[in-house]
C-alpha cells in the first residue's frame, strides 16, 4: 500500500522557518518523484517545489525561489522542505504528492499526481 505522511507543519513568525518532512513507503523511491504543494483557504492547490532523485532535479514555484529548499534521503524514502525566511503568505496545508518518475508532464500539475499525503498545516504569523 502506497502512503506519504507528511509532518513538520507548525506556527511560525515572519521570518522564521520550518522543515516540512514526507515520509514515503509502498513503493521504490527512485522509481517516483515528489512534489510538494500547498493550499490556502479558498484557494487552489498550487506547485510549490518538486524533486526527481533518480534524475537529480529539482523546480521551485517562483514564489519560493531562494527561500525554500527540497531534498532527499533516499535510504529513508523521506522527502523534505526546508522552508526560511517565511512570509505570512506562506501560510496554507501543505502537501506532498508522488507520481511515476517516467511521467513527464508539469511539474506543477496537481491532476497529473497519483498519490497524496495528508497534509500538515503552516501559519506564519505577522
Known amino acids: 500500500e502506497v502512503q506519504l505522511q507528511a509532518s513538520g507543519g507548525g506556527l511560525v513568525q515572519a521570518g522564521g522557518s520550518l522543515r516540512l518532512s514526507c515520509a514515503a513507503s509502498g513503493f521504490t523511491f527512485d522509481d517516483y518523484v515528489i512534489g510538494w504543494f500547498r493550499q490556502a483557504p479558498g484557494k487552489e492547490r498550487e506547485g510549490v517545489s518538486y524533486?526527481?532523485?533518480?534524475?537529480?532535479?529539482?523546480y521551485y514555484a517562483d514564489s519560493v525561489k531562494g527561500r525554500f529548499t527540497i531534498s532527499s534521503d533516499n535510504a529513508k524514502n523521506t522527502v523534505y522542505l526546508q522552508m526560511n525566511s517565511l512570509k505570512p503568505e506562506d501560510t496554507a496545508v501543505y502537501y506532498c504528492a508522488a507520481r511515476p518518475s517516467d511521467r513527464l508532464l508539469t511539474w506543477y500539475n496537481v491532476r497529473t499526481y497519483d498519490y497524496w499525503g495528508q497534509g500538515t498545516q503552516v501559519t506564519v504569523s505577522s
Open positions: 524533486i526527481s532523485s533518480s534524475r537529480g532535479r529539482t
